[in-house]
């Protein structure tokens, strides 16, 4: 059974940073992908980002702001986020299951879930 634990959450303000971790367990394949989704409240859902083994992606909003890792003898991703910006708010979830890392994924490539977390950024 597949889950998907988020933590590092959280209130900073604007210009600050936080970093969040996905730990990742109960599936048997090695090549997973992960990706990072937020949603904002009224808004969709959208991919932040994604890692493969050997691929990863940023959307332009975040490019030289966030950068994300994975430890794979841990099965954890991380999403390391500075420079925050009031409109970063969201609750932001990681996901498995898309077949490859790609900026053209929605969340529906994705079959499995964390729970979410919030980050909220003030002015």
């Known amino acids: 059974q597949v889950q998907l634990v988020e933590s590092g959450g959280g209130l900073v303000q604007a210009g600050g940073s936080l970093r969040l971790s996905c730990a990742a367990s109960?599936?048997?394949?090695?090549?997973?992908?992960i990706g990072w989704f937020r949603q904002a409240p009224g808004k969709e859902r959208e991919q932040v980002s994604c890692?493969?083994?050997?691929?990863?992606y940023l959307i332009d909003s975040v490019k030289g702001r966030f950068t994300i890792s994975r430890d794979n003898a841990k099965n954890t991703v991380t999403l390391q986020m500075n420079s925050l910006k009031p409109e970063d708010t969201a609750v932001y979830y990681c996901a498995l299951g898309a077949p490859w890392c790609s900026d053209k994924w929605t969340w529906k490539a994705y079959d499995s879930w964390g729970q979410g977390t919030q980050v909220t950024v003030s002015s």
């Open positions: 890692i493969s083994r050997s691929f990863s």
């Open positions: 109960g599936f048997p394949n090695y090549n997973y992908v």
